[in-house]
């Protein structure tokens, strides 16, 4: 009779989901207030004019407007949303 020796059962196998981390509205972007700007480990990019980070380092829009990316101090790249002008 054939035998086939026991095979050890494989050590890989698992995977963790995707944290869905990233850039989520881009430079000249209309946005509205509560939108989440920047999903980040860390601080990556800095809140700039009316927008506020949130305890995972989240970026989010304060006030509606377009969105607006610039370098400043130390090399840090700032977010920030500038209200569009009623008329």
Do not use: W
């Not at 430079?27 to 990019?45: H, S, W």
């Not at 407007?65 to 209200?83: A, L, M, Q």
């Amino acid at each position: 009779m054939a035998h086939k020796k026991a095979g050890g059962s494989s050590r890989n196998g698992r995977d963790s989901a995707g944290q869905r981390l990233g850039v989520k509205c881009f430079d000249g972007e209309a946005v509205i207030a509560g939108n989440i700007l920047v999903r980040q480990r860390g601080t990556k990019l800095f809140a700039g004019r009316n927008v506020s980070m949130g305890k995972d380092h989240t970026l989010f829009a304060r006030t509606g407007g377009k969105v607006e990316y610039k370098k400043g101090y130390k090399r840090r790249t700032y977010v920030s949303v500038i209200p569009e002008a009623k008329n």
